[in-house]
């Protein structure tokens, strides 16, 4: 690394600066000596995952100080074995002179070609009058020029022609879009194209359309919009045609804010750092940004075409998105700032498209039921329904909406990120050398699996470890109570350094060279993310009076529920045991939600009265959820029958 | 200088930078070779007088190069003998290597004591029901905390407090007030005091209250506001309490935009450089936050309890505030970019008060009857008078209106700068040391004057040109036509290096020790500039089919207007003819119009109606303007009885 010649050798006393290089990158950083190394290197902009939120909880920020002093507070993560190689957890080692830190290359962010649904396969859920009454509105204007005898104003002369062709007596015209008025006029030569946001106008109504651009020329024939699906994990980009209503292409890409903690727990956490907020905000804005350069440069347009954005996202990310504190979405009694999110410029945010572009949040129901979720209840068109039917979006939350088009009731369960494979030694997400689905015979007990790209299996993601679970339960590898069945005669159960555990996968198979294992410890931890969620589908139901049987059609949305078998699901007890015809599969309902609030005006109106008419109903206030979760803390439940009362 | 050490005496071939060090102030700038000296000043923020807007024409950029090489555009304003003493005019001149320069010391700013009208003294010109409807409402809440039985979120919660103390359904919640909302409300334990802008709230109307502020306790005792004059040479500001309705204190500086042109045009000019719309901005409100620091010290309050604000400023004043490109305005057929300006806070323009204080500026009729034009006809009533009235405000440019209650008609003529000391030999500010007043002795042609101050004179101020000018007319120093009559008996009319001239002031009396005196050139500018007034109002009364004489009431604002003498302003012509009892000095109209605008939300929207309703007369449109011009070029005018005809 050339940058390591800029180092000098010597200690400097009396000098309070340090400097810090990150190989592989070879970026430098010059820090005050006692910097947390974790925060040096988010100075430098090196990304060092930390999906605890810096709590030095999960030993994933591991980096290897190959030269210079630091200082580690000893932690339960960091043996001494790791120490005396030179290893040390950048959120708990400060720097006390000039070092040279490695940092681990990360997971290779690699997209499943599945969460790239095909573009043309997307569709609207409903009829919209959306051609007769588009929300952003290109108008090509010949403007009369002005004279000594015809001397009004630039802007008054703009609102006379608009009100000769739209009929509309008043705009919203916001300071810097005056401030670049007379001169587009004039360099056009009177001859522009308008974009007017028409989200707000109500005919006869007293609130205007708003200016949000003034281009050159007949610019009519492009008017694009964007959908956004903003996930503790990954963020979804949907590019949209307004004059089409298609979408015209779409990209997804990890939430770069994964590096500051995996759930949404951890980057409230992290948020309460200092500047901590800022750069959450920062990282899911460049995310975003990166996802609509990547679009602008396949479908060649320009990214200050998008004229409109609208954002589905849990309670947390949305408030993070916004710069607005999320501190206390986590304390008792768990309070957002806000559910209704107020119209936001795209400029003021820091999105790369038109600066003037609206920016609308999807609505939530309180802190653990967010946008995402009112996304979801308005793609999958429960909110229109006869039938009793249940939504479920499993994550690291697992959020669930019971109703008809009269009600709807909602609450949500902390199941902890094993599904999303973490709080399992060998849980990854969903990214490639993850092993997806498992069956083990259940005549020797040996597994058979499919590894995301057909790569050497470095982990096991969610719908694995669902699988994996159903797979040992049906076969006897594990009891109803989760302990693993040490008397089988196979090599693969045995006790290990962390317990009993089953070996998924032999040293010589995998990537890293070492036994891919599923430990008791593990698997208590996918009984307790399972029985969370069955419970809460039991309170939902218990506290209308309902049955689980009752429910007429079962409607999974979200990325993860894509991918798990619902046969699986129902034999391990987090799906409700009901007729497979009765279960849907919906995909990104979030993303498809944002999608149809961007498209159709009347959707905009309907989340928010999804939001503000949805029942929710909080948990940890409920003493039956206890209840329920305990007895179902076995593989199905404790009583079958009374499970579906 | 301690920073002329820090020059090296040799040349330093091959580099393209020089160091520039500015004396007396000692200030250092590292700039490009071949910068324009103006702009390295400009850089170092040093202020270099440059009234004509930096196009070489006043001379009076002049500057000292004490040491170093730069190259000097051959100008008439810069003679050999300046030349040869080292003299160089800054906007015409570039840095060829490291240079010293000695900028000269400026007028003194000082302020003449009846600028500042006694606070007390100000009072509305209307009954407002201010007390009953407050546009800026704050009220004291004691908010329940939210709990896990109820859980509404932070925005909700305070709107339903409001909702139950004001019965408001909506609230109108920047992103940037959303974000301080739940720490606030925490850290203050739920008891709040809320800044309201009611200020758009039509009550059943749909545009809702705005959240202003948000502070913790109860602070309702204070509620201040600001009312601003931006005149183009001084700015005024008054310190309004929205609990009494008084002006609290007041307090006003020269415009800094002075430095960079002494007249809206060259303003203009100016505001077309790089950077220079910009420039002007930050200079106006730095102009402006420097007034408010010292209100805020004198009255021990804190500026953040400034909560709305309303400006009065002609159409470039106003457009250079809001930063919007005034270029237009000045090329034909002189459109300005609006004339209704956009509510804007005060946090987006850098005023140093309630960042989400509302700016409102004065409405428009066109790009040179501007908003302290409207402003006045606003405070002076005439906009609800039965009798013909006509209203004056005479600068740099002259703006009348004449009407009733019913109709308004307007137009505005150049005059020049010469009543505000500009194009006229000995012609300054009505700053220290300026000529107010003259009587000249019919006998001996002896001339008595007073001074701002009692100090040695150093020029002539606008009042003291029209004094002179109608003492000279009325002894017989001048004819009719302006000529000086060479033949009278007294040294003090003489032929001067630039003609025939009278001397006002002996060189022994004087600051500088040269005479002051009063060329045939300046009478001329002085007799172009009244005969464009007179004929101003020549052609909107005869617009109207209305005599001079018909005028039922004279109306005079504007800073000029209080030091000008009635008597002899009719004596030169500048005037009409008409009984001592129809004219009116209302003062300072365009900071009354403001304030009566910032207290009354009715007068608000009166002020946009006068300014929708009154007739613009394009005089450059006119044919009878030049002919009434041409006879208002003698004294008084060709033919009196035509003149109130």
Redesign the interface.
């Known amino acids: 690394m050339q940058e390591e010649k800029t180092v000098t050798k010597e200690a400097r006393p009396g000098n309070s600066k340090a400097i810090v290089i990150f190989k592989p990158f070879g970026t430098v950083a010059n820090v005050e000596v006692g910097t947390l190394l974790l925060d040096a290197a988010q100075l430098a902009g090196v990304e060092v995952n930390s999906p605890c939120g810096a709590q030095g909880r999960c030993g994933r920020c591991k980096v290897l100080v190959e030269y210079g002093e630091v200082a580690r507070r000893s932690n339960p993560k960091l043996s001494s074995a790791d120490e005396s190689q030179g290893y040390a957890l950048a959120c708990q080692t400060v720097i006390k002179g000039d070092v040279v830190l490695v940092v681990p290359t990360k997971e290779e962010i690699q997209r499943r070609p599945a969460i790239e649904t095909a573009a043309e396969k997307i569709a609207l859920p409903f009829v919209c009058d959306w051609r007769r009454e588009p929300a952003i509105q290109k108008l090509y204007l010949e403007i009369p020029p002005?004279?000594?005898?015809d001397?009004?104003?630039?802007?008054?002369r703009l609102k006379r022609e608009l009100a000769k062709r739209l009929g509309i007596k008043d705009l919203?015209?916001?300071?810097p879009m005056?401030?670049g008025?007379?001169?587009t006029l004039?360099e056009a030569d009177w001859r522009v194209t308008v974009v007017l946001d028409m989200r707000n106008w109500l005919p006869g109504?007293?609130?205007p359309p708003r200016l949000i651009g003034l281009l050159p020329d007949d610019e009519t024939s492009t008017n694009l919009g964007l959908a956004v699906d903003i996930g503790t994990t990954s963020v979804v980009v949907y590019l949209v045609d307004f004059i089409t209503g298609k979408v015209v292409d779409t990209a997804s890409a990890y939430n770069a804010q994964v590096s500051c903690g995996e759930d949404v727990i951890s980057r409230i956490i992290y948020s309460q750092r200092r500047d901590g907020l800022n750069h959450l905000q920062r990282l899911v804005i460049k995310t975003i940004n990166d996802l609509i350069t990547e679009l602008a440069g396949h479908n060649h347009i320009h990214a200050d075409d998008i004229n409109e954005v609208s954002v589905a996202g849990n309670t947390t990310m949305t408030h993070v998105f916004?710069?607005?504190?999320p501190?206390?979405i986590r304390e008792?009694?768990?309070?957002?700032?806000?559910?209704?999110p107020?119209r936001?410029s795209a400029g003021?945010l820091g999105l790369a498209i038109n600066p003037n572009a609206s920016v609308y949040c999807m609505p939530a129901v309180?802190?653990y039921v967010g946008g995402d979720i009112t996304s979801g209840v308005l793609s999958s068109g429960l909110f229109q329904t006869d039938r009793l039917t249940l939504f479920i979006d499993v994550g690291t939350n697992g959020e669930m909406v019971l109703g008809t088009k009269d009600w709807l009731i909602t609450c949500a369960c902390s199941a902890g990120p094993a599904f999303e494979g973490g709080g399992v030694r060998h849980g990854m997400r969903a990214a490639a050398g993850a092993i997806e689905d498992i069956w083990i015979s259940p005549q020797n007990y040996e597994p058979t699996y499919r590894v995301i790209n057909n790569i050497s299996p470095a982990g096991i993601c969610g719908s694995g470890l669902i699988d994996l679970l159903a797979e040992m339960f049906v076969t006897g590898v594990i009891d109803k109570a989760g302990k693993i069945r040490r008397e089988l005669p196979t090599p693969r159960v045995r006790m290990g350094d962390h317990g009993p555990e089953y070996i998924v996968a032999w040293a010589a198979e995998t990537a890293s060279g070492n036994n891919i294992v599923i430990t008791e410890a593990d698997i208590n931890n996918l009984i307790r993310a399972k029985a969370a969620v069955y419970a809460g589908l039991s309170v939902l139901c218990n506290s209308v009076g309902a049955k689980l049987a009752d429910v007429e059609q079962i409607l999974i949305g979200g990325a993860f529920g894509q991918y798990i078998n619902v046969e699986k699901a129902i034999q391990i007890g987090l799906l409700p045991d009901l007729p497979w015809e009765k279960f849907h599969y919906l995909g990104n309902t979030s993303a498809l939600g944002a999608y149809t609030a961007l498209l159709c005006k009347d959707m905009r109106a309907a989340v928010v009265d999804i939001a503000r008419k949805m029942t929710?109903l909080?948990l940890?206030?409920d003493n039956s959820f206890m209840n329920e979760y305990t007895s179902a803390l076995f593989m199905p439940h404790t009583n079958l029958e009374a499970s579906l009362r």
Chains 1, 2 share one sequence.
């Open positions: 002005p004279s000594l005898a001397n009004t104003n630039d802007l008054d919203v015209v916001s300071l005056l401030r008025l007379s001169r004039r109504g007293s609130i916004l710069g607005l504190d501190k206390y008792e009694p768990y309070i957002p700032t806000m559910t209704v107020p936001v003021d309180g802190s929710y909080e940890s206030a």
